[in-house]
C-alpha cells in the first residue's frame, strides 16, 4: 500500500467517553500531520510530528486530545471525555521533508467521529 | 497567524467553460501555495502546487498563478468537465510553520 492509511474509518460513541484513532503513513515519510474538517469547512490543522518529536500543536487541541508517535512511523490521536463538539472527520496526512525543501502534504481518507 | 480567503465559495459553469478561484492570505512568510479537491465523502486530494519563487504552474487544463506582491494565488481551470465538480480548496503555508492553512472551499459544479 503507497497511501497514508487511517482506522477505523467510522467511529461512533457517547458523550464522556474515550477514543482513540490511528494513522500510518507513507513508509518513508517523516512528517506526520492531524486535521480535523467539520462539515462545510476546510481542514484545521491540530498538530504535527517530524519523525518521533511533536513539533506543533494547535490552541484547537486541548488538553483533551493527545497524539504520540513514538517510533516516528505510525501516530495515535486520543480524544478523552468526549464531547459533542469534537463529532468530525479527522485527517491524518504525511510528508517526506527533505532539507532545504518544502514538503507537499498526502491525506488520508479520514476517521469520521460521531459522539452521541 | 495566517488568514486565507478564497472567493467564491460557490461556482457553477457550463461543460467546457473556464473557472477561476481566488486565494488571499496574510502571511508574507508564506512559501507554498497547494490547491486540493476534495469529491463528497473522500480525501483531500493535491491537484497543483507551486513554490514562491515561481510565479505560474501549469498541468495540462489546470494552472496555477502566484503574486507574491499583492498575496493571493489563483486556480484555472479550462474545459471543465462534470468530473471537475467538487470542492476545491487553497491551503498556503507559512514559512516558519509546517502544518497547511486551508480556506472555506469553493464548491464548483460544472454542468452538462
Known amino acids: 500500500d503507497t497511501g497514508v492509511s487511517q482506522d477505523p474509518r467510522h467511529k461512533i460513541t457517547k458523550r464522556g467517553q474515550n477514543v482513540t484513532f490511528r494513522c500510518d503513513p507513507i513508509?518513508?515519510?517523516?512528517?506526520l500531520y492531524w486535521y480535523r474538517q467539520t462539515l462545510g469547512q476546510g481542514p484545521e490543522f491540530l498538530t504535527y510530528?517530524?519523525?518521533?518529536?511533536?513539533?506543533?500543536k494547535s490552541r484547537l487541541l486541548s488538553d483533551r486530545f493527545s497524539a504520540e508517535r513514538p517510533k516516528g512511523s505510525f501516530s495515535t490521536l486520543e480524544i478523552q471525555r468526549t464531547e459533542q463538539g469534537d463529532s468530525a472527520m479527522y485527517l491524518c496526512a504525511s510528508s517526506l521533508r527533505p532539507a532545504g525543501s518544502t514538503d507537499t502534504q498526502y491525506f488520508g481518507p479520514g476517521t469520521r467521529l460521531t459522539v452521541l | 497567524g495566517e488568514n486565507v480567503e478564497q472567493h467564491p465559495s460557490t461556482l457553477s459553469v457550463q461543460e467546457g467553460d473556464s473557472a477561476v478561484i481566488k486565494c488571499t492570505y496574510s502571511?508574507?512568510?508564506?512559501?507554498?501555495f497547494p490547491w486540493y479537491k476534495q469529491e463528497l465523502g473522500k480525501r483531500p486530494q493535491l491537484i497543483i502546487d507551486i513554490r514562491s519563487n515561481v510565479g505560474e504552474k501549469k498541468d495540462q487544463r489546470i494552472a496555477v498563478t502566484l503574486n507574491k506582491t499583492a498575496k493571493h494565488f489563483s486556480l484555472h481551470i479550462t474545459e471543465t468537465q462534470p468530473e471537475d465538480s467538487a470542492v476545491y480548496f487553497c491551503a498556503p503555508k507559512g514559512g516558519s510553520q509546517g502544518n497547511l492553512i486551508f480556506g472555506k472551499g469553493t464548491k464548483l459544479s460544472v454542468k452538462p
Open positions: 513508509s518513508e515519510h517523516n512528517r
Open positions: 510530528f517530524q519523525n518521533e518529536a511533536q513539533l506543533e
Open positions: 502571511d508574507s512568510a508564506s512559501n507554498y
